[in-house]
């Protein structure tokens, strides 16, 4: 240890190549990382080339790893018809409300909570933080069945609202901008009350720029969260009109005698792009959002 | 914890706060009362009169034999999960972590299975360990190895751990690879120019650094096993063969939905809030020490 604390330059030099730093070494990671990689990817690559095949092919079990000529008539019958009766376009329309409207209703409803409970002074006020931290500790599988007694009470039962509201309070959302607001500098609200700007004038003209980038992080997490659920849709949205495709797509396989394999292959294609390609798209936010709600 | 600059308005923080308690009330609260109370209640068997039963619901559930088993499998599947993620997940993350060529490019490639939903990482494996369509299923039966997850209870449970936890890795992964870049260079550099050995720097120095990662990820993990792999056991198994795959929650989900037993199902939710609570209280125990880490 105290060779390095005598001689800094020596840790600088170390710093560009490490000790162990042998060909050999890297070479071995590289080749563990790369079976890694295809280990991910191969039931990707499998239903990707599987979606560019006729049913027949893969009904005989030939899992065809190159692409095939059936790829436009698959996706056109799947994306028009679907297998169940519900075109896959709107399963993939009714994820893309549900989970837009999750992500976006659980952001508008968190950063307002936690502005008011940082920045202003009111009885309650811990009792309000308590409330919102303790729903993280009731998902919505351990309260299903009584929340879809209340939900098909107000009439919700196969709607939006009722898809979507049950689930759009979010103790984590309300943590992490609580936390990010604590370290906004006093001089900055003691600068918009010398102005005359209330609160909302504050709120929209300080607050919200400043959490830009907390809310575009937010908003990739919670979309691929919204995207992906599948207990209460699977209870609470049982109509055509607002099938989910992750529910429909499961739908798919239920009778196996006659599944059209390659349809549910193109299903599967076009149930896991989207939330893929936000999750890549918005890599940077995404793994910064992740690592600091820590949920 | 407190801001010392705050507004004076006396209406305005209970407007900004109406929805969000609104919702939590109404959807969280409310129904969370309900699965507690409900637990002690017994309907009969036409649904018209219901009593007040006390514990018996709890006494029935943990005296059923089948409950127990689910229990059982419950503890092997999270801890199958939880093991295979994160061993996994720590392998490729601190190969990731090396400064290798092509390190950025391994990170998205390994990233995006975070995006993929339980039930379609089940319908992936479908593709692979089906015994007619599946490419591994089918080319072990053509071996002569008899597998049909639909079939073989040990078999089912191996399929079930094996799509949740691929789906999973990369949550962990992510975690990790944040947890190594924290680690200050200068003590692995300090170690290695002491004589210590890769394999033995990284026992000694990056695994103990690393713990506080690792113990939040067994805590998230096990939420995870626990909680969001319902889809992966309804999409794969429906919790067969013979109840061989199911979990406590896929079979409160079955007294509660198919069964129509409010007062058992209720009992296994409050069972499952315990779980929960616990749970989250250990997270957030450390969180705190994390904080000063």
């Known amino acids: 240890m105290s060779t390095t604390e005598a001689t800094p330059g020596l840790a600088l030099a170390e710093e560009a190549a490490p000790p162990e730093r042998r060909a050999g070494a890297d070479w071995v990671a590289h080749a563990v990382l790369i079976l890694g990689v295809v280990l991910f990817a191969l039931p990707l690559w499998i239903v990707l080339m599987g979606s560019t095949h006729d049913a027949a092919t893969i009904g005989r079990g030939e899992t065809p790893l190159l692409p095939g000529s059936e790829a436009a008539a698959n996706y056109a019958a799947a994306w028009s018809r679907g297998t169940t009766g519900v ?30 409970v940082v920045f202003f002074r009111f009885p309650g006020r811990r009792l309000a933080f308590w409330a919102i931290f303790l729903t993280l500790m009731l998902p919505v599988e351990v309260r299903i069945f009584p929340t879809f007694k209340v939900v098909s009470d107000l009439g919700l039962v196969n709607t939006f609202p009722g898809l979507i509201i049950p689930i759009v309070a979010s103790a984590t959302a309300t943590l992490l901008f609580r936390q990010f607001f604590l370290t906004i500098p006093d001089e900055f609200v003691e600068a918009a009350k010398m102005d005359g700007a209330g609160p909302l004038r504050f709120f929209r003209d300080v607050v919200l720029p400043l959490s830009r980038t907390n809310i575009a992080a937010l908003f990739v997490i919670l979309f691929v969260y919204g995207w992906n659920q599948y207990l209460w849709p699977l209870l609470v949205a049982t109509s055509d009109e607002v099938e989910t495709v992750v529910i429909g797509m499961v739908k798919m396989i239920g009778s196996e005698s006659n599944t059209d394999w390659s349809l549910v292959m193109t299903t599967c294609v076009l149930a896991l792009l989207p939330p893929v390609a936000v999750v890549l798209l918005m890599q940077r936010w995404f793994v910064k959002g992740l690592t600091e709600t820590e949920k | 914890m407190n801001r010392k600059v705050v507004f004076e308005q006396k209406l305005l923080p209970y407007l900004l706060l109406a929805p969000q308690l609104v919702v939590t009330v109404v959807f969280f609260f409310w129904p969370a009362g309900q699965a507690v109370w409900f637990a002690f209640l017994r309907q009969d068997a036409f649904g018209i009169r219901t009593t007040f039963v006390g514990l018996e619901n709890f006494q029935d559930l943990f005296a059923d034999p089948l409950y127990l088993e689910t229990v059982r499998n ?8 939880t093991l295979i993620a994160l061993s996994l997940a720590l392998v490729l993350a601190v190969l990731a972590d090396r400064q290798i060529r092509g390190a950025g490019l391994y990170r998205t490639l390994l ?24 490419l591994f299923g089918r080319a072990l039966n053509d071996a002569g190895i008899p597998f049909d997850y639909k079939l073989n209870g040990n078999q089912a449970m191996l399929v079930v751990i094996l799509a949740a936890a691929w789906k999973q890795v990369s949550y962990n992964f992510i975690f990790f690879l944040a947890g190594l870049q924290s680690i200050p260079k200068s003590v692995l550099e300090a170690a290695a120019i002491d004589g210590a050995r890769p394999v033995r720097r990284f026992w000694t120095i990056t695994f103990p650094l690393l713990s506080p990662t690792t113990f939040f990820l067994v805590v998230v993990n096990l939420v995870y096993a626990f909680f969001e792999t319902f889809g992966v056991i309804d999409a794969l198994t429906r919790g067969g063969p013979a109840k061989a795959t199911e ?16 007062g058992m199902s209720s009992a296994q939710s409050v069972v499952l809030m315990i779980v929960v609570i616990a749970l989250t209280m250990i997270q957030f125990r450390f969180i705190e020490r994390r904080v000063h880490y």
């Open chain 2, 247 to 262: 979990t406590l929650i896929y079979r409160a989900y079955v007294d509660g939905r198919i069964n129509l037993d409010l």
């Open chain 2, 74 to 81: 419950t503890v092997v599947f999270c801890t199958g999960v």
């Open chain 2, 111 to 134: 990233i995006w299975p975070y995006a993929i939903a339980p039930a379609i990482a089940a319908v992936l494996w479908i593709f692979l360990f089906h015994p007619q369509v599946g």
């Open chain 1, 87 to 116: 075109p896959v376009g709107r399963m993939l329309w009714n994820s893309t409300v549900m989970a837009f409207c999750i992500a976006a209703g659980k952001i508008a409803i968190s950063i307002l909570s936690a502005y008011a």
